[in-house]
């Protein structure tokens, strides 16, 4: 799992190289309450 910047307080978080899982990225933000679901 790769973890990066996103845009607007965003990060991206993208799977790659896994013999189970297809390659995909999810997008969230971390906020006081926690990890949340991004608002695009």
């Not at 790769?2 to 307080?9: H, Q």
């Not at 965003?10 to 679901?37: N, Y």
Request: hydrophobic letters at 40%; zero cysteines.
């Amino acid at each position: 799992v790769y973890l990066r910047r996103g845009k607007k307080g965003t990060r991206v978080a993208k799977m790659v190289d896994s013999p189970s899982i297809a390659e995909s990225e999810a997008i969230f933000a971390l906020t006081v309450d926690g990890i949340k679901d991004a608002k695009i």
